[in-house]
């Protein structure tokens, strides 16, 4: 039997995030989903304006039943009613200044919010507002080592953030050394020959930047509510029973809430631009 995850640590530990369309042309995406979580990915992210509410809803159910295997983290992009309404496990918001604490009440309450931001001012407001649980940077040099100052990764208390935007395996080695111990990849899976192949190259090189990273240990640690193990000892403390992320399973994994009554979302619900490009 697999223990089950709960959403908070699965997102403290996760390195990969892809971002896909639906692929309607191809009519792969069960098979190109389990292609990526198969080769690492952590995070799968659906984002397709093209789609009507039905084909979205169809196509991130496609994508929970790739990830369940693999406890991936089911993401949506920018809409929170249809994220509310999948119940999904994470969206992430753009930085148009639409509330967390607003989009919040459209969505179900252990659903990770994320916030995409372009600038130093993005990133410090991402970081100070409780109501945002992680980041996706843009992949700019300047903007990441921004983060890792503000935001140190191998610093458990740190808000977990990612950087985005045309990211390809050569230039890691710049984003790692920059910082960066999390990536968002799009085109270069979405267009591989082999996604899977792709995706284990991407997560391959992000692991090794997590093991030659002393600091990130103790992320690891604190993300399974354990401390680090001391020399010659065995490590102990385990989450607690009653945490939000304590092997709740939800979001891919279940769906705990569907029998729930939740309070009608507002009408103004927020108005989206395009994710970071990838």
Same mark, same amino acid.
């Given at each position: 039997?697999?223990?089950?995850?709960?959403?908070?640590?699965?997102?403290?530990?996760?390195?990969?995030?892809?971002?896909?369309?639906?692929?309607?042309?191809?009519?792969?995406?069960?098979?190109?989903?389990?292609?990526?979580?198969?080769?690492?990915?952590?995070?799968?992210? &659906? %984002? *397709? #304006?093209?789609?009507?509410?039905?084909?979205?809803? @169809?196509? $991130?159910?496609?994508?929970?039943? =790739? /990830? !369940?295997?693999?406890?991936?983290?089911?993401?949506?992009?920018?809409?929170?009613?249809?994220?509310?309404?999948?119940?999904?496990?994470?969206?992430?918001?753009?930085?148009?200044?639409?509330?967390?604490?607003?989009?919040?009440?459209?969505?179900?309450?252990?659903?990770?919010?994320?916030?995409?931001?372009?600038?130093?001012?993005?990133?410090?407001?991402? &970081? %100070? *507002? #409780?109501?945002?649980?992680?980041?996706?940077?843009? @992949?700019? $040099?300047?903007?990441?080592?921004? =983060? /890792? !100052?503000?935001?140190?990764?191998?610093?458990?208390?740190?808000?977990?953030?990612?950087?985005?935007?045309?990211?390809?395996?050569?230039?890691?080695?710049?984003?790692?050394?920059?910082?960066?111990?999390?990536?968002?990849?799009?085109?270069?899976?979405?267009?591989?020959?082999?996604?899977?192949?792709?995706?284990?190259?991407?997560?391959?090189?992000?692991?090794? %930047?997590?093991?030659?990273?002393?600091?990130?240990?103790?992320?690891?640690?604190?993300?399974?509510?354990?401390?680090?193990? !001391?020399?010659?000892?065995?490590?102990?403390?385990?989450?607690?029973?009653?945490?939000?992320?304590?092997?709740?399973?939800?979001?891919?994994?279940?769906?705990?809430?569907?029998?729930?009554?939740?309070?009608?979302?507002?009408?103004?619900?927020?108005?989206?631009?395009?994710?970071?490009?990838?």
């Amino acid at each position: 039997m697999t223990a089950l995850l709960g959403l908070d640590t699965r997102l403290k530990t996760a390195r990969l995030l892809c971002v896909t369309d639906a692929r309607v042309r191809s009519k792969d995406l069960a098979g190109f989903v389990n292609g990526l979580c198969g080769g690492g990915v952590d995070i799968v992210q &659906l %984002a *397709d #304006p093209s789609l009507s509410t039905k084909d979205a809803l @169809a196509a $991130l159910a496609t994508l929970r039943k =790739a /990830a !369940a295997p693999r406890q991936a983290i089911v993401s949506v992009w920018s809409d929170a009613d249809l994220a509310g309404e999948f119940l999904a496990d994470m969206l992430v918001l753009p930085d148009d200044g639409v509330s967390a604490a607003r989009a919040r009440r459209r969505i179900h309450e252990y659903a990770l919010i994320g916030r995409s931001c372009h600038s130093r001012a993005d990133i410090d407001a991402a &970081l %100070a *507002d #409780p109501g945002i649980d992680v980041l996706i940077v843009t @992949a700019d $040099l300047s903007s990441v080592e921004y =983060a /890792a !100052a503000k935001a140190p990764q191998g610093d458990p208390a740190s808000k977990p953030w990612f950087a985005a935007g045309g990211i390809t395996v050569d230039y890691l080695d710049l984003l790692i050394k920059a910082g960066c111990r999390r990536v968002v990849v799009g085109r270069a899976l979405t267009k591989a020959k082999d996604p899977q192949a792709k995706a284990s190259e991407f997560s391959t090189a992000m692991k090794a %930047a997590w093991d030659a990273d002393p600091a990130m240990e103790k992320v690891v640690f604190a993300a399974f509510g354990r401390r680090p193990r !001391a020399a010659g000892a065995e490590a102990s403390g385990t989450e607690h029973p009653e945490a939000p992320d304590a092997g709740d399973g939800f979001g891919s994994l279940s769906n705990p809430f569907a029998r729930a009554k939740s309070t009608p979302p507002p009408a103004d619900g927020p108005t989206i631009d395009d994710p970071i490009s990838n």
